[in-house]
């Protein structure tokens, strides 16, 4: 099993550009989760998804959007990128059941200049 | 609402000693809380669990404790090593399918 991989790994974007970031797990899990992480501080919840079809929001969403179409992948798209969005983004995915045993991905960090 | 801060606390620590990192949480009705440790460029790792209901929880070389009545948890690491080096959250659950991370707090050995 790959895991939870995710790309790019680095990416800088110009202010009002888009681009979507990639996850994908091959775990078969139903949960799957969107986290940002600023310099020296913890992970903030982007957005999540319990299953293909279903999405709902977390912590911090705006500026953000996903879509779960398959089981595998739940991508995130960054429509008008503003330097508020300069962080480490994380993807996560769990069992049904076994929500504390989260398994990340290595991240992929953005910068927006 | 989470406490925020700007600077990771950090622990030094040599190695062979135990090193203990602790946590405060927020909310009373949370049912299980989580430690992770993530190291440099790598994604957050699941170390320990425990469950509201409990009090301590031993795994290899690691232990949490959970004081309900002060919102405390703290994780111990027995004889540090090198490869313990790492930031180290907590994370608790509401009753929901989601998790609120804490801040962190960077553990530093030294031999």
């Known amino acids: 099993n790959a895991g939870v991989t995710q790309t790019p790994k680095f990416r800088i974007l110009k202010i009002g550009q888009s681009m979507t970031l990639q996850c994908t797990q091959d775990?078969?899990?139903?949960?799957m989760y969107w986290y940002r992480q600023d310099p020296g501080m913890g992970l903030k919840l982007i957005y999540y998804?319990?299953?293909?079809?279903?999405?709902d929001k977390g912590e911090v969403p705006n500026g953000y959007n996903v879509s779960r179409s398959t089981t595998e992948d739940f991508p995130l798209r960054l429509e008008l990128a503003a330097p508020s969005q300069t962080s480490v983004y994380f993807c996560?995915?769990?069992?049904?059941?076994?929500?504390?045993?989260?398994?990340f991905g290595p991240g992929t960090r953005l910068t927006v200049t | 609402g989470e406490s925020v801060g700007l600077h990771l606390p950090t622990l030094s620590v040599q190695e062979g000693d135990n090193s203990i990192i602790n946590c405060a949480y927020s909310?009373?009705?949370?049912?299980?809380f989580i430690w992770y440790k993530q190291e440099s460029g790598k994604g957050p790792q699941f170390i320990i669990d425990?469950?509201?209901?409990?009090d301590k929880r031993q795994g290899q070389r690691v232990t949490v404790l959970l004081n309900k009545t002060v919102k405390h948890l703290s994780l111990q690491i027995a004889a540090t090593q090198p490869g313990d080096s790492a930031v180290y959250f907590c994370a608790e659950r509401k009753n929901t399918d989601k998790l609120i991370f804490g801040t962190g707090t960077r553990l530093q050995v030294f031999p």
């Open positions: 909310n009373s009705a949370s049912d299980y």
């Open positions: 998804s319990v299953g293909a079809g279903i999405t």
């Open positions: 775990m078969n899990h139903n949960y």
């Open positions: 425990i469950r509201s209901n409990m």
């Open positions: 996560a995915s769990f069992r049904a059941g076994h929500p504390y045993e989260q398994y």
